[in-house]
């Protein structure tokens, strides 16, 4: 049986001020993780009340923090992706973009406010929260990018990208495997989980509690 590791997120009107954990991982050889302040209203039922097991999203407040590491890493996008209610609870799928910024000065917030996938706007309680990193090259591309166009992006600003591609000596660097996709499709292989140091956390569950 496997292990089935979550947290919990408070939606309440109670908790709009607090940034509460959302995911955590590290990437580019720097610890980091991201929070965020759940901005919610009240549903009100047909006399009038406000539902404890119901509330509507307005806004969520990302907030991204570098840990250890030398680079810094930045919020690129935040999106849903997905809405899906036909099981035991609705489930939400957030897609977090991020890249290790080298030139540049890193985003570290970002603000979600199109909840159009989602019926109402309005969650339930114990609705399952599942966020999704997507990691960017040093030079902003998708492995997919990279791969399909044979870019040779493997330095930027003299720093050579150990996340996408491996040193060759003087031949030009080999773009590594994709690992966050294979690691998708086994991660439960503890073989996978050794060979690189992108794939320690992709992902992270949470249940959001509306009372």
């Given at each position: 049986?496997?292990?089935?590791?979550?947290?919990?997120?408070?939606?309440?009107?109670?908790?709009?001020?607090?940034?509460?954990?959302?995911?955590?991982?590290?990437?580019?050889g720097t610890?980091?993780?991201?929070?965020?302040?759940?901005?919610?209203?009240?549903?009100?039922?047909?006399?009038?009340?406000?539902?404890?097991d119901?509330?509507?999203?307005?806004?969520?407040?990302?907030?991204?923090?570098?840990?250890?590491?030398?680079?810094?890493?930045?919020?690129?996008?935040?999106?849903?992706?997905?809405?899906?209610?036909?099981?035991?609870?609705p489930?939400?799928?957030?897609?977090i973009?991020?890249?290790?910024?080298?030139?540049?000065?890193?985003?570290?917030?970002?603000?979600?406010?199109?909840?159009?996938?989602?019926?109402?706007?309005?969650?339930?309680n114990?609705?399952?929260?599942?966020?999704?990193?997507?990691l960017?090259?040093?030079?902003?591309?998708?492995?997919?990018?990279?791969?399909?166009?044979?870019?040779?992006?493997?330095?930027?600003?003299?720093i050579?990208?150990?996340?996408?591609?491996e040193?060759?000596?003087?031949?030009?660097?080999?773009l590594?495997?994709?690992?966050?996709?294979?690691?998708?499709?086994?991660?439960?292989?503890?073989?996978?989980?050794?060979?690189?140091?992108?794939?320690?956390c992709?992902?992270?569950?949470?249940?959001?509690?509306?009372?």
């Open positions: 049986m496997g292990n089935n590791y979550s947290t919990t997120i408070r939606c309440c009107t109670s908790q709009r001020d607090r940034s509460q954990f959302v995911f955590a991982s590290s990437s580019n610890f980091y993780a991201i929070y965020g302040k759940f901005m919610v209203g009240p549903v009100y039922g047909e006399d009038g009340k406000p539902l404890d119901k509330v509507k999203l307005e806004k969520i407040e990302f907030e991204l923090i570098n840990y250890t590491g030398l680079i810094r890493m930045s919020l690129v996008k935040v999106s849903i992706e997905d809405y899906d209610d036909t099981g035991n609870n489930t939400i799928r957030l897609r973009i991020v890249k290790g910024e080298v030139l540049s000065k890193p985003n570290l917030s970002i603000d979600l406010t199109d909840f159009s996938k989602i019926p109402k706007g309005e969650i339930s114990e609705t399952e929260f599942n966020v999704e990193r997507t960017l090259s040093l030079s902003g591309h998708t492995w997919e990018e990279i791969d399909q166009g044979q870019l040779d992006v493997s330095e930027v600003g003299g050579f990208d150990y996340e996408f591609f040193g060759n000596g003087r031949l030009k660097p080999i590594r495997k994709n690992y966050d996709k294979l690691f998708k499709q086994d991660h439960d292989s503890k073989v996978l989980a050794s060979l690189h140091l992108g794939v320690w992709i992902g992270t569950k949470s249940i959001l509690i509306t009372n």
